[in-house]
């Protein structure tokens, strides 16, 4: 079965940058799409990014846009968040997902979940 684990978080300034990896084991993550999902204190979980089995990817938080990209990195199996101008706002957990069948921005749409990177930004 596909498992996912995500990494690559932690404590980083106002302005810097993170690169958070979902890294697979189970199956080959090229076949399903693979969505970013976040969770603040006191908030509910939202669709951050998601990137297609061909490559495409669309960012859903308007205020991520520009700032947060996502890709595959096929060799080692593999997608990746680059956070770049992080903002306090943006501290929450970060899980990866995958699904078959589409790019969603509902949770249920993604069967597979990694347990989740912390990411704090703070001065």
């Known amino acids: 079965q596909l498992q996912l684990v995500e990494s690559g978080g932690g404590l980083v300034e106002p302005g810097g940058s993170l690169r958070l990896s979902c890294a697979a084991s189970?199956?080959?993550?090229?076949?399903?799409?693979i969505a970013w999902f976040r969770q603040a204190p006191g908030k509910e979980r939202e669709g951050v990014s998601c990137?297609?089995?061909?490559?495409?990817?669309?960012t859903y938080i308007d205020s991520l846009k520009g700032r947060f990209t996502t890709s595959r990195d096929k060799a080692k199996n593999a997608v990746i968040l680059q956070m770049t101008s992080l903002k306090p706002n943006d501290t929450a957990v970060y899980y990866c997902a995958a699904g078959r069948y589409s790019c969603g921005r509902l949770a249920a749409e993604f069967p597979h979940w990694g347990q989740g990177t912390q990411v704090t930004v703070s001065a």
């Open positions: 990137i297609s089995s061909s490559g495409g990817f669309v």
């Open positions: 189970g199956a080959t993550l090229d076949r399903y799409y």
